[in-house]
């Protein structure tokens, strides 16, 4: 069981455009779900936590402008990059936690973005 | 400002040999330290630790945290070829379904 899955696994698409990814738990309902973004041989830096049906909190020097994060459902949430520069190309992950005290979180695959 | 700080960087044995990866961490409100495994994708789940001094084992992999120290070392042995990726370590400040934190990773590569 916790599995996470994200859509699309790979994206290349053009300046100005904006791309939608999406992370879903597909046996389990994620209270919580974390995005996070991940440069060439760097750690995982927290971009924002989203609760569901509340509004996301995000990480200081993260634009909630640009990166617009909707946990609509218990098994949902979508990171939505708009008006992509080639800056904002990077992988990025999603996890979700169960909400149980002593639970870890669950990661999924991965979505790696290039803005060209 | 929350830090973890890994080391090494990285790190490179020979099959068979046995590693060691630290893990430093200053943060305020700890709960929880946890060690990924990330190869080519997203990271999956080593173990997770909350009480210093207390051993974690899963097959040739263990960890183990010191609080007063803060810090946590992860031991594998016998190593593999398929060991070699990037090892992470996060601390929360919940318990793992809160807020991580991560170093930097160790990349760990195994020589045949």
């Known amino acids: 069981g916790a599995v996470v899955s994200q859509h699309p696994s790979r994206v290349i698409c053009k300046s100005g455009t904006s791309v939608k990814i999406e992370c879903r738990s597909l046996?389990?309902?994620?209270?919580?779900m974390f995005w996070y973004r991940q440069f060439p041989k760097k750690s995982l830096m927290l971009m924002a936590t989203?609760?569901?049906?509340?509004?996301?909190?995000?990480e200081q020097g993260v634009e909630k402008d640009k990166f617009l994060i909707n946990h609509a459902s218990l098994t949902l949430s979508t990171l939505t990059v708009t008006s992509a520069h080639p800056e904002d190309s990077s992988f990025y992950i999603c996890s979700a936690g169960r909400g149980a005290t002593t639970d870890t979180q669950y990661f999924g695959p991965g979505t790696r973005l290039t803005v060209l | 400002e929350d830090k973890v700080v890994q080391s090494p960087l990285s790190l490179v044995v020979h099959e068979g040999d046995t590693v060691t990866l630290n893990c430093s961490y200053e943060?305020?409100?700890?709960?929880?330290l946890l060690w990924y495994k990330q190869e080519k994708k997203a990271p999956t789940f080593l173990f997770m630790l909350t009480s210093s001094g207390i051993e974690k084992k899963s097959g040739r992999l263990s960890s183990i945290l010191d609080k007063k120290e803060l810090f946590s070392i992860l031991n594998i042995t016998a190593t593999q070829t398929g060991d070699s990726a990037v090892y992470l370590c996060a601390v929360g400040l919940g318990f793992g379904n809160e807020k991580l934190t991560f170093g930097t990773g160790t990349r760990l590569t195994i020589i045949p």
């Open positions: 046996d389990f309902q994620a209270t919580t």
């Open positions: 989203s609760n569901e049906g509340s509004k996301a909190t995000y």
């Open positions: 943060v305020t409100n700890f709960r929880s």
